[in-house]
């Protein structure tokens, strides 16, 4: 069980005056393209540092925030919580303290807080009161190694095969645009070396495994009618809401562009699904 509903933390951290509203876009962009929590999305776009991320989430749960690099661990704590507990929550006990002729077990955990780490720490500890405190991931999982000899898994390192000359792409193309934002986003695509042209909505439709359409949502929810779905790969522009993003998750959509006239977003957004894109000049230069 989670804790109930709490205020977004994009609102908070927007109160706080961590992140602006461009920002706050750009992360919620980014947590719904990679399915990360949108912390660590911020985190990842550099717009917050993890700091902030803990201080915002802190607020939303209502419970104090702890800096788990600068406080000492106590190896004999381990007693009370066993590792298949610290683990699973991914928890590490803090210190016990005595308040009112009562033990008091403070305990550092991940966002978003659990009910069940807090009651099944109380069971096994035999501690009647167990205080959370919100740690960020990488310090929890610092201090899991630290007392419990318990490591994220290392991942085989691959080896490298030799590069290959990329192999062009076919235009993206471009569907439901005003003439003039067509234009531009053409232009913008051009001097990074993706060519794109406007396509018919019967070359939409047949478009390819290989084939990248970047197109409004309305445009496409019009075209498609929620009945089928295009082979090619779909980047859509809409609202930065979970209302946008559900309907584009309904297109089928492997990409959501907040603003198409950014260049640094759409180029992300094309590249993520085609990598090789932009790589090489897309007009012949002349000796």
Partial sequence: MEIGSRRPLGEILLELGVVDKGQL??????????????????VNEGVCTEADVLRGLALQFDVDAVDLDRH?????????????????????????????????LHLAVPAPLSLDAVDD???????????????????????????????????PVATPEPRRPPVPGPPLLLYGWPPVTAVLIS???????????????LEVLHTRANDVVLAPLQAMEGLLAGEVRIEGALIVHGTSDDEGFDRARKLGARGFLANPRDEELLLRAVRRLRPDAGTEPSWSGHS
Avoid: C, M, W
């Avoid at 070396?193 to 909505?201: E, F, K, L, Q």
């Fill in 25 to 42: 876009r750009l992360g919620l962009v980014h947590h719904h393209e990679l399915h990360v929590p949108l912390g660590r999305a911020l």
């Fill in 72 to 104: 000492p661990l106590d190896r004999s704590l381990t007693a009370l919580v066993p590792a298949r507990i610290a683990r699973q929550y991914g928890v590490v006990p803090l210190q016990l303290e005595t308040r009112e002729d009562r033990e008091v």
């Fill in 121 to 155: 720490v109380r069971a096994v500890s035999g501690k009647a009161r167990v205080e959370p405190h919100l740690a960020s991931d990488r310090a929890l999982a610092r201090a899991l190694g630290a007392l419990y000899g318990i490591r994220e898994t290392d991942e």
């Fill in 187 to 201: 232009r913008t695509l051009a001097r990074n070396g993706i060519t794109a042209r406007v396509a018919t909505p």
